[in-house]
Nanobody, 135 residues
Framework: QVQLLESGGGAVQPGGSLKLSCSFT????????MAWFRQAPRYGREFVAA???????????RFSDSVKGRFTISRDNAKQSIFLQMNALKPEDTAIYFC?????????????????????????WGQGTQVTVSS
């Protein structure tokens, strides 16, 4: 059973920063793309950022328009973890943030490494970590 464990959430003032971490517990599990989604009160779950990697293409990332330029996503394959660095946080970033993993197969579009960003395309989910941005 693969488990994803998120950490790093908390409360911060507008303009502040937080770094979320997500690790998966099964050492034999090798996910392909991994992503962050979020869900604010009274709203549906939405895509935030995703990251994928292979030995030929390197790393590819994708961000929602609402966080582009403020958030970065990274992964540490040795530590079986991904990270979401969130800078210049806004009150509208307040949400529960979920980590998700895609078990594959690997996605290529026109022979280029790509990644999935829709909720049904991810197979494993964490329990979420709360991020609150408020003055």
């Amino acid at each position: 059973q693969v488990q994803l464990l998120e950490s790093g959430g908390g409360a911060v003032q507008p303009g502040g920063s937080l770094k979320l971490s997500c690790s998966f517990t099964k050492s034999t599990f090798r996910p392909y793309a991994m992503a962050w989604f979020r869900q604010a009160p009274r709203y549906g779950r939405e895509f935030v950022a995703a990251i994928n990697w292979d030995e030929y293409s390197g790393t590819v990332t994708r961000f929602s328009d609402s966080v582009k330029g403020r958030f970065t996503i990274s992964r540490d394959n040795a530590k079986q973890s991904i990270f979401l660095q969130m800078n210049a946080l806004k009150p509208e970033d307040t949400a529960i943030y979920f980590c998700a993993a895609d078990r594959g197969p690997q996605l290529y579009i026109s022979s280029k490494l790509s990644l999935r960003y829709l909720i049904p395309e991810y197979d494993y989910w964490g329990q979420g970590t709360q991020v609150t941005v408020s003055s």
